[in-house]
């Protein structure tokens, strides 16, 4: 009876799964800063899958350039690595935590300080530090925006275009009130994330499926997810009640050995 108690516990072990982000945390362990952005999704029905692509952005020691080649128009900095994943399969209950966060930063890494809350790409590496750019006035008003450096423009496309302006009264409130504590997707409602127009504008499969198609996934993944996580839930109470139960058993028997079966 005790063995059975013995692999009745092991069969109700929750097996943990790693997510994307985990697996990042790991590969990247040695660099110092970079980010993570989820740059798509999609759903495959044939498969009942959900899929996500990542941008990677990982800054390099600075490199030094003579001016003649950094005055070049088409100079492009090579301090900036980016690595683009293939479609990835993930979980639904994943799917379902990020299905607010495309063209969100998910993960980032800053001055060796990782940071799990969610912020529009660009924010937590990239805007605001002197490196890349600077503030510069707006002449119609609005207030100053940030501006690329010349051979960090292409890190525009990286993230929302570079028809789009950071605002400085915007990032301000992220690097004040929410940078790693809480996520933030803009001081207006759906400045940024999935909903969001900025997003909306961008090269991914996503934004091209219908608002029909959108909808369906969100609701059957928010049931799915839901699911998932009550069976995650249920499983690991009654391997916790088990391995209770089973502690108890085991000391009583170790008690019972001591005080006469093995003479």
């Given at each position: 009876?005790?063995?059975?108690?013995?692999?009745?516990?092991?069969?109700?072990?929750?097996?943990?799964?790693?997510?994307p982000i985990d697996e990042f945390v790991t590969t990247y362990i040695d660099e110092q800063n970079y980010s993570v952005i989820l740059?798509?999704?999609?759903?495959?029905?044939?498969?009942?899958?959900?899929?996500?692509?990542?941008?990677?952005?990982?800054?390099?020691?600075?490199?030094?350039?003579?001016?003649?080649?950094?005055?070049?128009?088409?100079?492009?900095?090579?301090?900036?690595?980016?690595?683009?994943?293939?479609?990835?399969?993930?979980?639904?209950?994943?799917?379902?935590?990020?299905?607010?966060?495309?063209?969100?930063?998910?993960?980032?890494?800053?001055?060796?300080?990782?940071?799990?809350?969610?912020?529009?790409?660009?924010?937590?590496?990239?805007?605001?530090?002197?490196?890349?750019?600077?503030?510069?006035?707006?002449?119609?008003?609005?207030?100053?925006?940030?501006?690329?450096?010349?051979?960090?423009?292409?890190?525009?496309?990286?993230?929302?275009?570079?028809?789009?302006?950071?605002?400085?009264?915007?990032?301000?409130?992220?690097?004040?009130?929410?940078?790693?504590?809480?996520?933030?997707?803009?001081?207006?409602?759906?400045?940024?994330?999935?909903?969001?127009?900025?997003?909306?504008?961008?090269?991914?499969?996503?934004?091209?499926?219908?608002?029909?198609?959108?909808?369906?996934?969100?609701?059957?993944?928010?049931?799915?997810?839901?699911?998932?996580?009550?069976?995650?839930?249920?499983?690991?109470?009654?391997y916790s009640k088990t391995t209770r139960n089973s502690s108890r058993y085991s000391n009583s028997s170790s008690r019972s050995r001591?005080?006469?079966?093995?003479?």
């Open positions: 009876m005790f063995v059975f108690v013995l692999f009745s516990c092991s069969s109700n072990k929750k097996v943990y799964k790693k997510t740059a798509d999704m999609d759903y495959k029905e044939e498969e009942d899958s959900y899929y996500h692509k990542y941008r990677i952005l990982i800054e390099k020691p600075k490199t030094t350039v003579d001016s003649t080649t950094l005055s070049a128009p088409n100079y492009k900095a090579e301090d900036v690595v980016v690595k683009d994943t293939e479609w990835r399969k993930v979980s639904d209950v994943f799917f379902d935590d990020h299905v607010n966060n495309l063209g969100m930063t998910i993960l980032s890494k800053k001055n060796g300080v990782l940071d799990k809350k969610t912020s529009p790409a660009g924010y937590d590496n990239y805007v605001g530090n002197e490196r890349y750019g600077r503030w510069e006035n707006n002449t119609s008003g609005g207030g100053s925006f940030w501006a690329f450096y010349g051979q960090y423009h292409f890190l525009s496309s990286m993230f929302y275009g570079s028809s789009h302006r950071y605002y400085r009264g915007s990032y301000m409130d992220y690097d004040r009130n929410y940078r790693g504590s809480r996520g933030y997707y803009g001081s207006g409602r759906n400045q940024y994330g999935t909903n969001s127009s900025v997003t909306k504008g961008t090269a991914n499969r996503w934004s091209g499926r219908s608002s029909a198609f959108k909808n369906k996934v969100r609701n059957s993944v928010k049931k799915s997810a839901t699911i998932t996580r009550s069976r995650s839930y249920n499983s690991n109470s009654k001591a005080g006469g079966y093995g003479k």
